[in-house]
């Protein structure tokens, strides 16, 4: 399967930008998770474009859920999410039709789909699908909660603003949900906006590493070839527009220490095993080991710039300067954390689940 | 599947360090290509210990190959890889069955296997696997190659001394697949080399990041959603054991830029469009856009070290020092390298036969 | 995945019969195929109910497209086809809550999702999601067919009343799609609609025997063992509500013969070859050998009948006569053939797209 | 993946049938499973050639379990198995190349492997290969017998020849076991006994009905739509060499049956539910009902007979007569009942550990 994911639960995605809708099904989850509104709507007005660092599309987002949900709790069935696409200006883009912009999928769109895609407003490809990919991911991630299993992302850096480390994982994770703009340290929050302001202003834009936080995993899950937790969340991540990395625990900084500093030495309180420090991010042999999951991701800048820029003609075959006009985020790295959040979700459950059996998410 | 990886051409691995054997299947590869023993086993040597860089631990890795080739072609039926395990000391392991050692899978491997696990040199989570895996994935290479697809892959850094950046990648490339240690820049080479011995001596072991390029990678390969070329890809390094973290094109370092730094120009030459920079490393939006492909992997200090660690005997639930004997490298960075182009080639392999059909690999 | 089928070309079916909406995705179909609704309705009405011989719920099953068309074609993104349910009538089914109807799927459903499905009209197993499933599998039909890979089905029994055999195959499976009560001998179908009618009389129900046809199907396609063509078609077509036997070429007959009876000897014009007889189906050893691909699918009499049956109260745990009230079909067999169509199709695309890529389907 | 079955537990197949080996890989399995050599090589007895009923070559099917098995119990990582090939006469097949066998798979192979294919003995299509799927089933059927859940085929009819139908199905399905050439009526072995001798001396042979009960299955598994419990097993089964048809419950009758006769009444005690009759054979919606597990296959012919065939020779495009020699069963039906029953258990234990996780199936 292609854009689909995961074995035991999965999620696929279809829709296009300026299509009829977006949309997502999610198959494999339990029967008896209970649906909570309130909770996918605050994760969608994360995912949302907020004030003058987003783009000025504004979508309500709203979500029509069109099976798998009978008085309020999963049946069991496949979920079917439908977000209808309302405020499109598709003249906006008729005049790249010929000119790829740098660095987004029109190139390779026009290379796998030979001319048929939609290219409207880049079509499939658009940040706009993660909004159904946030809905149905947001189902699975309450459901994980309610297992113990919270899942948080904070900006950790931004074109070189850095946040403060996680510190006590479980009020950091508990604050970020109430935080549109995940920074743990107020002060740097402001240094990060006023950088997407000031990129904005140059007609440019920024990008950032978000870290993201699973705390309550069970330790055993995963499998020690290919299935490999790390894996497998990565295969989930990069599918998140404009993730260029991930790493886990320490990550490429682990490159540089000696096996003396980078192993995590267990310890005992005479009940349970710990490592009293963290550089594996809770994942060992690609299966987890009860320490809380760590990882980092790498969101490029936004591709979609008011500068000129270099590109070609497809139609003559012939170099121009490309000046791209419409609705454009200078920063998009805010609005990822809910996507990053939604798609870990996604992983995690579909593991829990090959491993503890398809009810497991929903048994009290 | 958990322990096999791809959907048209799939690999499954089997074994532990010191059962009877390990191996690979590999299905779904095209009849008709041609077995190379000589370039098999060159890369499974890429793959030994060498000299004192590496573990005491010496073996042949004869493989045998039980199906799937017949007069010396691939017959498109699944080939079984066998390789005999010879050279075990069992001993050395047993004290250690209760005390896990650090940042090792003994204890995940306890969680996930609930002690039935084969705890013998590390069991299905030795580094031993992976000669099954150079094995296979060298096959489904060389296959790659003569279509014109070639991986390579140097050591970009190790413990902090960087090789110089990929610069002509159709000669470096070819350089690299006769460079025992994989480093472009001669005197860096010997730097490292003089690191890994100095982290010898101290009973310490050190790590490094690996950089791959996947030159001649037609355009139009990977999915929008889920299946993205680095989606897939990731997937598959992740299971190289030791590795923390995976980057391509600009990686984590694009966070630092502008949208107009990170963005690649598109520029055209009359007949073919290219871009001007591949901070994108090849892909965009899941898909490849005919530049080489370029990758990272941070692979994480070996954590076999001879210097005192903190563990846990599980027995007793009592905090203790630990002191591993043994036969270890002081780093595996080098003998990765082999392990990574491998599970690249697969991972490649597979997205293309989905792409053009299974016979494509061996199309002339 | 569950409620999905397929590798490269993928169908995922969701929705309840009383729930908002029913519908399917389509992943990993060809970019370029053009979209004829006229096609699509005329196979949804080959599913609708007709007359006195079917149910009296009477909708337009009017679908709506919400991705992966654009002007017309295929972009090669997924095709999200939704469902609105509007005629339903839920007061009907809520005394049933508790009793489960015999040889329906109502106590399974209790059984797997735990009282938490939609009991609604048979709900997620209702065979109005059939409906979903002929629009998607219509889409390729028709791919197919321009193709040359044409599909037809006939009624080949009914409650012991046979149709003749099948005999131009290609004038046979033409003729098919312009009947919509699809016999091939036209007074063994009016002994057909009156044994049904006389079903309908006697408050009861008929099942029958379809025999479906693929011709232009080409060689080489299926694998050897566990993806033979046989299993891949059979696991699509057991999901179809009610059958409950699957077989190919001479099938159960087969055992009664000799081998020398059995077997299809080879004949050539010089040009090609072909066997005399076809008892092998189409396929010898899970591989198309280029002769009609014959399978005939049992389905059972409908379980709705207005007879009385025993059943049980659950929540007693008291045996009970149970009496059905409401819209029943006295036979879905003449439906059945709409989705027995769609699911060949399916389950033959996708194995041609595994062995062919992607854009085989749209290739001209 | 292609030659490969099962999402959570699978089985990857390999070999051929003279070639080095064959054998299986098993991944997914929980760990603590007792290996029961005795139990395993009594049902490769089952399966091996006996007496004068079947083909002249013996082997011992001597395996070797190569991986994932530790001081006689499944440590839960893949299992390995080989069985190497002894007694091969590659001569015999020599002449063959260029003229396919009827009804065999020499000329789909062609087609598909284009002249690659391993063509001594039908390569990786011979029944030989079923040995490694017996080993392999083996494992997993003796894990689910102590879980209660049991299974077991008989000859249902042979040439014509019926057994008499299962009874008692406890007592039956432990009797099987027993008999090396299954038939429950004596006196009914003795006559299939002769049909086969008869066949023999006629240089031709004969094929039949196997019936499989699998007993003790809880209720609540499967899914409503593709991954239905028929659909999967049907799958599984349809890879078993000359399997032509598959039927559950009724099968085939069913479809002269009104709705009242076919339908299956429920009854309680008080405490738990179950039908009065079973011709929905345990399955209702895709999903099990608790009750067991009936289905019957057919088996062809054996396609080797020493009768003059129509063939065509490949090189010169000419027809011609074709003449067997060698050695060959005149029936396989009572061989292939060891592996009906092998693949039954890998689909059902797959369908299992889905919906229970994968320790269910090693839990006391």
Same mark, same amino acid.
């Given at each position: 399967?292609?854009?689909?994911?995961?074995?035991?639960?999965?999620?696929?995605?279809?829709?296009?930008s300026?299509?009829?809708?977006?949309?997502?099904?999610?198959?494999?989850?339990?029967?008896?998770?209970?649906?909570?509104?309130?909770?996918?709507?605050?994760?969608? *007005?994360?995912? %949302?474009? +907020?004030?003058?660092? #987003?783009?000025? !599309?504004?979508?309500?987002?709203?979500?029509? =859920?069109?099976? @798998?949900?009978?008085?309020?709790?999963?049946?069991?069935?496949?979920?079917?999410i439908?977000?209808?696409?309302?405020?499109?200006?598709?003249?906006?883009?008729?005049?790249?039709?010929?000119?790829?912009?740098?660095?987004?999928?029109?190139?390779?769109?026009?290379?796998?789909?030979?001319?048929?895609?939609?290219?409207?407003?880049?079509?499939?490809?658009?940040?706009? *699908?993660?909004? %159904?990919? +946030?809905a149905?991911? #947001?189902?699975? !991630?309450?459901?994980?909660?309610?297992?113990? =299993?919270?899942? @948080?992302?904070?900006?950790?850096?931004?074109?070189?603003?850095?946040?403060r480390?996680f510190?006590?994982?479980?009020?950091?994770?508990?604050?970020?949900?109430?935080?549109?703009?995940?920074?743990?340290?107020?002060?740097?929050?402001?240094?990060?906006?006023?950088?997407?302001?000031?990129?904005?202003?140059?007609?440019?834009s920024?990008?950032?590493?978000?870290?993201?936080?699973?705390?309550?995993?069970?330790?055993?899950?995963?499998?020690?070839?290919?299935?490999?937790?790390?894996?497998? =969340?990565?295969?989930?991540?990069?599918?998140?527009?404009?993730?260029?990395?991930?790493?886990?625990?320490?990550?490429?900084?682990?490159?540089?220490?000696?096996?003396?500093?980078?192993?995590?030495?267990?310890?005992?309180?005479?009940?349970?095993?710990?490592?009293?420090?963290?550089?594996?991010?809770?994942i060992?042999?690609?299966?987890?080991?009860?320490?809380?999951?760590?990882?980092?991701?790498?969101?490029k800048?936004?591709?979609?710039?008011?500068?000129?820029?270099?590109?070609?003609?497809?139609?003559?075959?012939?170099?121009?300067?490309?000046?791209?006009?419409g609705r454009?985020?200078?920063?998009?790295?805010?609005?990822?954390?809910?996507?990053?959040?939604?798609?870990?979700?996604?992983?995690?459950?579909?593991?829990?689940?090959?491993?503890?059996?398809?009810?497991?998410?929903?048994?009290?």
């Amino acid at each position: 399967m292609k854009n689909s994911f995961g074995n035991s639960i999965s999620v696929t995605l279809f829709g296009e930008s300026h299509g009829e809708a977006i949309g997502a099904v999610i198959d494999g989850i339990a029967p008896g998770i209970e649906i909570d509104h309130e909770y996918i709507r605050a994760r969608l *007005i994360e995912r %949302a474009p +907020v004030g003058r660092i #987003s783009t000025g !599309r504004c979508e309500a987002d709203d979500y029509e =859920i069109l099976s @798998g949900v009978f008085m309020g709790f999963t049946t069991g069935t496949p979920i079917a999410i439908v977000i209808r696409n309302t405020n499109t200006k598709s003249r906006d883009y008729e005049a790249l039709r010929n000119t790829p912009r740098p660095s987004h999928a029109d190139l390779t769109a026009e290379e796998k789909y030979h001319g048929y895609q939609d290219y409207r407003g880049g079509g499939h490809f658009s940040g706009r *699908i993660t909004a %159904a990919l +946030v809905a149905a991911g #947001s189902i699975i !991630r309450l459901a994980l909660l309610k297992k113990g =299993i919270a899942i @948080g992302t904070h900006i950790s850096s931004l074109h070189g603003v850095s946040d403060r480390a996680f510190c006590k994982l479980d009020d950091d994770v508990k604050a970020l949900s109430a935080l549109p703009f995940p920074v743990l340290d107020g002060e740097r929050a402001e240094e990060m906006r006023a950088e997407i302001l000031k990129a904005r202003e140059m007609g440019d834009s920024v990008g950032g590493v978000l870290e993201t936080a699973v705390i309550g995993m069970p330790a055993g899950v995963g499998e020690p070839w290919f299935d490999t937790l790390e894996g497998v =969340i990565s295969h989930a991540v990069f599918s998140v527009p404009g993730v260029k990395g991930v790493e886990f625990g320490a990550g490429f900084g682990i490159t540089e220490l000696y096996g003396s500093e980078a192993n995590d030495p267990f310890v005992t309180d005479g009940k349970t095993v710990k490592t009293s420090t963290n550089n594996s991010g809770g994942i060992q042999g690609g299966i987890s080991n009860g320490m809380p999951i760590i990882l980092r991701t790498a969101i490029k800048p936004t591709p979609s710039i008011f500068k000129p820029q270099g590109s070609v003609s497809l139609k003559d075959m012939e170099n121009l300067t490309l000046n791209i006009e419409g609705r454009h985020d200078p920063a998009i790295i805010h609005r990822a954390r809910a996507v990053i959040d939604a798609v870990v979700a996604i992983a995690v459950a579909d593991m829990l689940a090959m491993r503890f059996g398809t009810d497991w998410l929903a048994e009290k």
